[in-house]
């Protein structure tokens, strides 16, 4: 299949989840929903249940305003909105991290803004590398596993859980290699963002068949010419209008931090443990460089200089999720980092809720006379 | 023309409680200053830290955050946000967080001044902002920086594979302290802090515990103040003295028929949040012309630590108010409304604290609905004074008035 067949293949998952949703509860499967930013989804792969991602939608918001203050990022905010809506019928249940304040509370309104899906707390811990960081995290995985079974009736087993370990390694490797590939590539910032945005809806053996492919076409493809080379961080760069003034400015996102998107592939799961629950607690214990994980070394600060050097970026945009004080704390160390480098940086503040794209387009025109 | 005759205040009584305990709060800059001065390392610490670790191993810390909301109620707040967000910090970022950034970087600040920190204490019980902040702290001064993470818990109880985690790293905290200080646990030593906290918690529960009567012998305001003690100083032992004189003062105020109210207690409140500190005057006069007592708020029960053994500390920190889930912080409300005989619930939505204000509307719904009371809420912040409208606050408390004179009037009819 040619490449912009399978983009469109992809682009039409990512901008349509309920179908993917519909597809897989038809094919008598159980669905499960996984908050922003990780959940244990190798986990929820190995009962037999679909896990997909949910990470809000552009639409106004109404129902969730009786329950969140203005001040809560509109990604949490939209996630209860679509709840409440009924977006997610024939879910059977939503994974909410505690890795921030936001996502704190959203654990706690949808038990009562969507009584009818489970809300399955996952409490991960912060100081995660000594022994009793990793004993923490495993009791949590279970308390998961435990409530998941109650909530869908699958049942959990160790071998399963190696193999989806294999799966989520696998398509990991394909999403770097993608993202590695897509820095030299002719690929629009579009078509990028769906390559990642589709992963959160489909099952990985699926996704990694396709990205494959994606992948060796990029391989012997036109390569980029466009003169001004950015490396993108923040939660989301989801909004397509937003995306479009990148690809309408010639500007190409050449790498990136964003924690829908690179974040997730960076850390594998290592295969070689007895027990693979204790694998999965390694894995997070290995996990470093985000703002929701605990860092005194900032060390995702010096991680992002060195990527956008590394893809001979000219510039790092920052997409800051409004009311996301996690990001909002790293942007200045970050700013800082940049500066003292001679990379340029721009700060564009995004929302679930805009609808007015024309101030992001002229920042993104003026940063990119800038470098 | 002749001279202006000022009225003078009458010296404070030196074996008050306000005096003692106003003097408690204010040595621990002093100590913290001297300390630094000798060279000691002095930490910044969050202020629900489990203090009995710095205590027990004679260490000098000085709380952020209180420093955060004594500058902002002397009106520094504004100055200092300006400043951090002049450095990139966006004005959605906690207040405190951006005032104590400012600090680090502007090194003075008249309304409250502290020793620069050699180390920093976070835990992240209270929310998780505290260790982006702290990091922040840590990075700028590269200094060491040592977290005792406390997961949000989902749950009603807290588990014992919590509790372990919580214990594992405190005993982690005490020795990696031991190492940098070259300050020594003592056993001993703690016991008796454990003793001292165990005394200033339990006074104080019992102190807040007075307004039970109507009228309620103090003015819900004065917990404001006094609570700087049960941040910066539960572990001393003066602490402990201080809020029995407290108690001792609140049984006399019932016993005389008097009170720190001043004025007839018409209605009595619950206020939610943290109090509104550049604007406490206009909040507490708000209430106090209309007759609106607030005799009870969640800090009645936030800073009383009370536990037997180590691992009733770790578990009574991994409790704390903003660490319950809502059907936990719901039913501490309830019972705290019913307890005091509250007619009304008053909710500040801070815009500082997102985990604070964030599920309270349905929690304050639920509240309501329990005990049969209005409840109203108004927009403000810790200590960012831009974020408050007195006209916002006047109409709500107003209309919060009505409402409970409405129920009153209601229940006469029956």
Known sequence: MAVKELFAQLHEIAENPRAQLDKYLAQGKKVVAVAPIYTPEEIIHSMGIVPMGVWGADLELNEAKKYFPAFISAIVQSILECGIRGDYKGVSALVVPSLCDNLMVLGQNWKYAVPDIPYVPMSYPQNRKPAYGKKFCKASYERVINDLTIATGCKYSHPALRESIKIYNEHNAVMREFAELASEAKISAVERHDVFKSAWFMLKEEHTAIVKQINEELKNGPKADETARVYVSGVLADAPQLLKVFDDNGVKIVFDDVAAESRQYRTDCPEDFQDPIDGMAQKWANMDNCSFLYDRDKKRVGMIVEQAKAHKAQGVIVLMTKFSDTEEFDFVPIKRACEKEGIQILNIEVDRQMVNYEQASTMIQAFKEMI | ?414
Not at chain 2, 402 to 411: P, Y
């Open chain 2, 1 to 414: 023309m002749g001279e202006e005759v000022k009225k003078s205040r009458p010296a404070p009584d030196p074996n008050s409680a306000k005096f003692k305990l106003g003097k408690i709060a204010a040595d621990a800059y002093t100590d913290a200053i001297a300390a630094k001065e000798r060279g000691e390392l002095v930490g910044w610490c969050a202020s629900n830290f489990p203090v009995e670790i710095p205590e027990t191993l004679g260490l000098y810390v000085c709380y952020p955050e209180n420093q955060a909301a004594g500058i902002a109620a002397r009106g520094g707040g504004v100055r200092l946000c300006n400043e951090a967000e002049s450095e990139g910090y966006s004005n959605d970022i906690c207040a405190y967080a951006r005032i104590s950034l400012a600090y680090l970087k502007v090194k003075d600040a008249p309304e409250q001044n502290m020793p620069q920190p050699d180390f920093v204490l976070c835990c992240n019980n209270i929310c998780n902002c505290m260790i982006k902040w702290y990091e922040n702290i840590a990075i700028e001064r590269n200094i060491p920086m040592y977290l005792i993470d406390i997961p949000y818990n989902p749950d009603y109880e807290v588990s014992d594979a919590e509790v372990e985690y919580v214990r594992e790293q405190f005993w982690d905290v005490i020795h990696s302290l031991e190492e940098y200080t070259g300050k020594k646990w003592s056993d001993e030593k703690f016991k008796e802090v454990m003793e001292y906290s165990g005394k200033a918690s339990r006074m104080w529960i019992e102190a807040t515990s007075q307004a039970k009567y109507i009228p309620s012998p103090f003015n819900g305001f004065d917990l404001l103040n006094h609570m700087a003690v049960m941040v910066t100083a539960r572990g001393k032992k003066e602490a402990g003295e201080a809020m029995e004189q407290l108690l001792k003062e609140y049984k006399e105020n019932h016993e005389n028929g008097t009170s720190t109210f001043r004025g007839e207690e018409k209605y009595r409140i619950m206020f939610e949040g943290i109090a509104c500190w550049p604007w406490l005057r206009v909040t507490s006069t708000g209430l106090k012309s209309r007759g609106i007592n607030m005799v009870t708020t969640i800090y009645a029960d936030a800073f009383g630590f009370i536990y037997d053994d180590f691992d009733g500390m770790c578990r009574a920190y991994a409790n704390v108010p903003n660490s319950m889930n809502l059907e936990q912080s719901r039913d501490k409300r309830i019972k705290l409304c019913k307890d005091n005989h509250v007619e009304g619930l008053l909710v500040h939505t801070n815009r500082s604290c997102k985990l604070w204000s964030g599920f309270m509307p349905e929690m304050s719904r639920q509240i309501g609905e329990a005990c049969g009371i209005p409840v109203v809420s108004f927009d403000g912040d810790q200590a960012d004074a831009r974020n408050f409208s007195e006209a916002q606050y006047d109409t709500r408390v107003q209309g919060l008035m009505e409402l409970m004179e409405a129920n009153k009037a209601g229940k006469e009819d029956k």
